[in-house]
């Protein structure tokens, strides 16, 4: 016989049983102490290569200003702890990230974390070694990890697509200088931004657009500066420039009497700049030969 009391007790158990049910670990955590009742870092806690210190809120939040991280950019946070930078780029500035951790126990926290901010649409941690894992899709990269491990990194951070932004904690370069230091107002902490240069090294020729004039320059680049080569038709030499991403600046001698400022672009396998003087703009296509 049908009991209507029996299916109303079996009904209301399904529904307080549903949470567990459709939750493929029991229920997420609500809150970071409930995150931390798992496991829970120290500062100082040593890890593969390098021990785990947490970046201070401040730090973090100046680091993405400084990069210019936007709702367009995926943030890549190599040896990301806790997960504090990636979920700071998507809270804060709406990026997607990605965090790259060695130890999975940090792991998981981050991913508790991620979920406690709601944001496990935009972000995403996974273990892995920051040397074999492949970042490249990144637009912007930071990191925390020390002068010589950075060293390792910085062939391949160079590789990357001109104009991606690579942000360090602390730790510098070394030869490699940055394009700008970064200072929270908290503290002795600093950190550095370095965009990464198009590469241009080699000999090439410009021609004027709309014009016969035409110069052939050997470019000597120093990761984003550009340095003093003498003049390979031997009328227009290099004297010095940059390059911020793509964006090139060049002084050269011999194409006017005192020396002349180009400033233009890499665009693919060409460079296009453009000198200006008075009101009349003469543009040039470089060429590599």
């Known amino acids: 016989m049908f009991s209507w009391r029996l299916w109303l007790y079996a009904s209301r158990t399904f529904w307080c049983l549903l949470p567990f049910l459709i939750s493929p670990i029991g229920v997420a955590a609500e809150t970071y102490d409930q995150c931390e009742q798992q496991f829970a870092p120290r500062s100082g806690q040593p890890g593969k290569d390098v021990m785990w210190v947490a970046t201070i809120d401040q730090l973090v939040t100046a680091m993405l200003r400084a990069a210019h991280v936007t709702n367009k950019d995926r943030v890549i946070d190599l040896g990301s702890g806790d997960g504090k930078i990636p979920i700071a780029a998507a809270k804060q500035f709406g990026a997607t990230a990605l965090g790259i951790e060695y130890n999975p126990e940090l792991v998981q926290l981050a991913q508790c974390y991620a979920r406690v901010e709601q944001l ?129 600046e060049m002084v050269v001698s011999g194409l006017e009497k005192h020396p002349t400022t180009l400033t233009g672009e890499v665009s693919g396998d060409r460079i296009l700049v453009a000198m200006t003087k008075g009101t009349a703009i003469r543009r040039y296509v470089g060429v590599q030969l």
């Open 120 to 248: 496990t649409d935009k972000v995403q941690f996974e273990q892995g070694d920051i040397f074999t894992t492949d970042f490249s899709s990144a637009t912007v990269v930071t990191l925390y990890l020390g002068p010589s491990i950075n060293l390792r990194l910085r062939p391949k951070l160079l590789s990357m697509r001109p104009g991606t932004r690579i942000v360090s904690n602390a730790f510098d370069m070394a030869e490699w200088q940055p394009d700008q230091l970064i200072e929270a107002d908290v503290g002795n902490t600093r950190a550095f931004l370095w965009i990464v240069p198009a590469r241009v090294e080699g000999e090439w020729k410009f021609t004027e657009v709309g014009g016969k004039e035409s110069f052939t320059v050997r470019l000597q680049q120093r990761f984003q500066r550009l340095e003093s080569s003498p003049a390979t038709d031997s009328r227009v030499a290099v004297q010095g420039g940059r390059l911020v991403g793509n964006r090139m």
